[in-house]
């Protein structure tokens, strides 16, 4: 299974763009790479996922490098309500089980 | 309304006692999961069931055990044999589409304290 390295900790200000990086150096070919956010005492909720290249929707964009050893989740102009923790998932989606929460990245916006 | 339910959301139960989590989804999802989370810690995977009647163990299986009898349910036991049990419990569920399985549905969770 894929490892996943996320910063601990982020801070940011309203409005502002905010970018989280998740490494995962040792991804397998058919491994895809989704984001979850979780507020406290909440299970987490699904943000975005991935395979390679771009992909947008309507809360976030997630980049993913050629090499695809790493990624990056993009929440545009944050409120406060986004202060939450986010985790980055490498998953083999043809095994259920085949997956690895890291130990997440907490964000924090400030006024 | 569709989604996942824990049952309950709080639970407290004395050393060595066996305790059974409840999770039911009425989305039709295929595969149901089981997570657990300390605190300001990831969730690590307990088991998962892709189909009924059958479920493999995750990462921390130990002290364990699970069934899935119906398509809508997989409750989770807690045996006497887990050595440090108060957590918080997460149950999931992920549709089976197009070859893959798609995102984990989570329910509100179980916070388990064992006294």
């Known amino acids: 299974l894929a490892k996943t390295t996320q910063p601990i900790s982020m801070d940011s200000y309203e409005g502002q763009e905010v970018n989280i990086t998740c490494s995962h150096n040792n991804i397998a070919t058919n491994d895809y790479i989704t984001w979850y956010q979780q507020f406290p005492s909440q299970g987490p909720r699904f943000i975005i996922q991935g395979y390679k290249t771009k992909v947008t929707n309507e809360v976030a964009s997630l980049f993913i490098p050629a090499d695809r050893k790493s990624s990056t989740l993009s929440l545009p102009r944050v409120s406060l309500s986004d202060t939450a923790v986010y985790y980055c998932l490498v998953a083999f989606l043809t095994n259920a089980g085949k997956s690895t929460f890291g130990d997440g990245t907490t964000l924090t916006v400030k006024p | 309304d569709g989604g996942i339910t824990q049952s309950p959301k709080y639970l407290f139960r004395k050393e060595g006692q066996n305790v059974t989590l409840s999770c039911e989804q009425n989305l039709n999802h295929d595969a149901m999961y089981w997570y657990r989370q300390d605190p300001g810690q990831g969730l690590r995977l307990i088991y998962y069931?892709?189909?009924?009647?059958?479920?493999q163990k995750g990462d921390i299986a130990e002290g364990y055990s699970v069934s899935r009898e119906k398509k809508e349910s997989f409750p989770l036991t807690v045996t006497s044999a887990q050595k440090n049990p108060t957590a918080f419990y997460l149950c999931?569920?992920?549709?089976?589409?197009?070859?893959?399985?798609?995102?984990?549905?989570f329910g509100p969770g179980t916070r388990l304290t064992v006294l």
């Open positions: 999931a569920s992920s549709i089976y589409r197009d070859g893959a399985y798609n995102e984990q549905f």
């Open positions: 069931s892709q189909i009924v009647n059958d479920f």
